[in-house]
């Protein structure tokens, strides 16, 4: 069976007053998933709001540190949305979570144990780490250039990022991503002005997720490879009949969970379902087996957010 995971891990970082304690965040959340996950299958995780630091000279990588935990052939990589050298707006980089630290990013990550597949256009083996990504995975951003000048997530940068995985003979990509959001938008009134200019961000944001899997159906073919499945994860921001959610659904199948209706919401605070796990699989190669939100989690000061699981198996 293929695990897939969907985990933003670092909605409350505000209520720490501490500065943040990337290896704590990492073995929490490493906790979390263990309620989650047999971590001896075959498991793609996708994370959105990891991070990395520099603090006394020593780098903290909070994807690398899950990876270590999880074990020996698991990898990791970690594309940057904002960072301490572009984006250094004291609203973010000043607050205590980030006192002391020479160097610092937040972005979206992925930790998997299955084995990577080349590109079809290349597998680039010579460069280690491509812009903190790796050879394995590539990211590329999905909203409108900004320098983020207001310091809060109305001018955040937001980031797609693809891997190139086999799960036992399938090639396939993993696709991770992280939606925009307005500050002042009404999760539960999409009719309110600011939250159908936000649903209007998040469409131009799904036509770029778009564009980027043309983009890799057009070079597989290119190079006489067979289309691939596509699994996509993420914070989208939104719920499943959503504008933004019904793009992604042209093209790709939305997994409901099975959780009892009183349970089924991923945000804490909003009790809103937006978090999911989408398949795009044109050759019918994969089954899916279940998907379910993790309701148990033993860190509740860890986020607010629950993890949205997906079980896959071959067709």
């Known amino acids: 069976m293929l695990q897939v995971v969907s985990f933003n891990i670092g909605g409350a970082r505000e ?5 943040h304690d990337h290896e704590k965040l990492a ?9 989650v996950i047999n971590p001896r299958q075959p498991t793609v995780i996708a994370l959105q709001e990891s991070g990395i630091a520099i603090h006394n000279d020593q780098p903290r990588n909070i994807g690398r540190k899950m990876a270590r935990l999880l074990g020996s052939d698991y990898l990791d990589a970690f594309a940057p949305e904002v960072t301490m050298c572009d984006h250094p707006h004291p609203n973010l980089w000043d607050r205590p979570a980030y006192r002391n630290m020479t160097g610092a990013a937040e972005g979206n990550a992925i930790i998997s144990n299955l084995p990577v597949e080349d590109w079809s256009w290349g ?13 394995w995975v590539r990211h590329t951003p999905i909203s409108r250039a900004t320098l983020y000048s207001s310091g809060n997530r109305d001018t955040q940068p937001r ?4 891997a190139s995985l086999n799960y036992r003979g399938i090639p396939l990509y993993f696709l991770n991503t992280h939606l925009g959001v307005l500050i002042g938008e009404d999760r539960h009134d999409a009719e309110y002005e600011r939250s159908r200019a936000a ?13 980027v899997i043309d983009e890799l159906k057009r070079a ?6 067979p289309e691939r499945a596509i699994l996509l994860a993420g914070d989208f921001n939104a719920q499943a009949g959503a504008p933004e959610m019904e793009m992604l659904q042209r093209q790709f199948r939305l997994l409901t969970p099975e959780n009892k209706t009183s349970e089924l919401w991923t945000h804490q605070q909003h009790r809103v379902l937006i978090d999911h796990i989408l398949l795009h ?10 998907c379910h ?14 993890p949205a699981v997906g079980i896959f198996a071959r067709a």
Do not use: K, W
């Open 281 to 290: 699989d044109p050759a019918q190669e994969f089954e899916v087996i279940s």
């Open 199 to 211: 649903s209007q961000m998040r469409q131009a944001q799904v036509s770029e997720v778009l564009c």
């Open 159 to 162: 980031n797609l990022m693809v």
């Open 27 to 35: 073995v929490d959340a490493y906790s979390t998933l263990q309620q």
């Open 220 to 225: 597989d073919r290119a190079n006489d490879a």
């Open 15 to 19: 209520m720490r007053p501490a500065p």
């Open 123 to 135: 597998s680039f083996q010579d460069y280690e780490d491509c812009n903190m990504s790796g050879a």
């Open 293 to 306: 939100i993790q309701s148990a989690i033993p860190f509740d000061d860890l986020t607010d957010h629950r």
